[in-house]
């Protein structure tokens, strides 16, 4: 694309129009993305409003207001991977873009998010205050990281069996195995984690 073309930086407005979203939760009037794309013309937003319509990132209520659509939410996932041993080349290129919860959910009816508390899965990589995606449901395979619920108490641990007895095992030597006394209730599937650096 040249510079000429009117379409050239709508990757840009597309970024600052997000990170709007993103603080603000709304779209705003044209007067006000003036100000958030740095240009002077109402007509100017229009046409690049229309422009990020028509690529599927923002849509029109029946009442006229823009809203974001689902590709808005949308983030880049690149072509490479990312090494975490020996540095490799970088690449410059995108690959696709992905909805981060269509990453992780496949049945969202069916899922929910569940706050980690303490440490018991270190060695499997889930932290204190990560965000365990749980598929709900009664039935899981050994080997599986289940939320279960045992003696009236919800626990993150890896399903395993013992004696022909079900059993949970935690990610870290310093806490006991579980073997429940009484009933052993499995309330969901770990399908993935969520964790933000700050």
Known sequence: MSDSDPSARDAEYL???QDYYASWKSIP???????????ASKSWVKAILDRLEKAGFVERTPDGMWIPSRQFFARPLAEATVQAGMPVAVNETHGEYFVIDEMLVDKPSTTTMIT???D???DAGIHEGDVAVVEK????NIGDI?????DNEFTLKTLDKERGQYILRPANPAYPVIRPQGTL???GVLVGLIR???
């Open 15 to 17: 970024a600052k129009l």
């Open 29 to 39: 009037s044209y007067a006000a993305l003036c100000d958030v794309f740095g240009i």
């Open 116 to 118: 980690v508390k303490g």
């Open 120 to 122: 018991s899965m270190i």
């Open 137 to 140: 449901r009664h039935v899981a």
């Open 146 to 150: 289940v939320v279960a619920i045992v």
């Open 185 to 187: 209730e499995i309330f």
């Open 196 to 198: 933000k650096y700050r």
